[in-house]
């Protein structure tokens, strides 16, 4: 799999979205190979880790979040959606996953009902250890401020908007792969 030529074939190399996309994602794959090199009892696999990181939040560009420079038509709470619609359609079940069950620390099915969340009625969590960990390290990165690094309490308060249960997913990941 050739990960940029799929960012390419979707962002134009020279807008400022396909440098929000990047560096944002080179973030996230950085430290989930961290995390795969500090704990090499869990065998995860870093060349799927570094592919699904680098596309994990490619449908971004479906959706409207002007705020980072996106001006599609779907609500921002789809990018991962939306991003496994173009990844399937690709021929890349695997990453698609990734993009669907990254959101928040996963979404469950009473996350989204209770919530009134425009997605599919099902879970979206991540459930192989690579798709924990993108969802893990993607916590630590916004694509708003992309010099910085969100410290452990910064990212729990950024995902107590989506409920108590995904903190407590936060925090298991922290005993896990810290």
């Not at 890349?92 to 990254?102: G, I, N, S």
Request: charged share 35%; with cysteine; aromatic share 8%.
């Amino acid at each position: 799999m050739d990960y940029q030529k799929i960012i390419n074939q979707y962002y134009d190399e020279d807008a400022d979205l396909h440098r929000i996309l990047v560096v944002h994602s080179e973030a996230v794959a950085r430290r989930a190979l961290r995390i795969a090199d500090a704990h090499p009892e869990l065998e995860l696999d870093r060349l799927f880790l570094l592919e699904a990181a680098m596309l994990h939040d490619i449908g971004i560009i479906r959706c409207d979040a002007p705020g980072i420079l996106c001006h599609g038509t779907e609500p921002y709470i789809r990018h991962g959606m939306m991003g496994a619609e173009m990844l399937r359609a690709e021929g890349y079940e695997r990453h698609a996953r990734v993009c669907e069950r990254h959101t928040g620390a996963g979404l469950t099915l009473d996350d989204i009902v209770s919530q009134d969340l425009p997605l599919p009625h099902r879970d979206f969590q991540p459930e192989t250890l690579e798709e924990q960990v993108i969802c893990y390290a993607d916590k630590f990165y916004s694509k708003t401020r992309l010099d910085r690094e969100k410290t452990i309490e910064q990212a729990e308060r950024s995902l107590s908007k989506f409920g108590e249960a995904g903190v407590e997913r936060f925090r298991k990941w922290v005993e896990k792969f810290e």
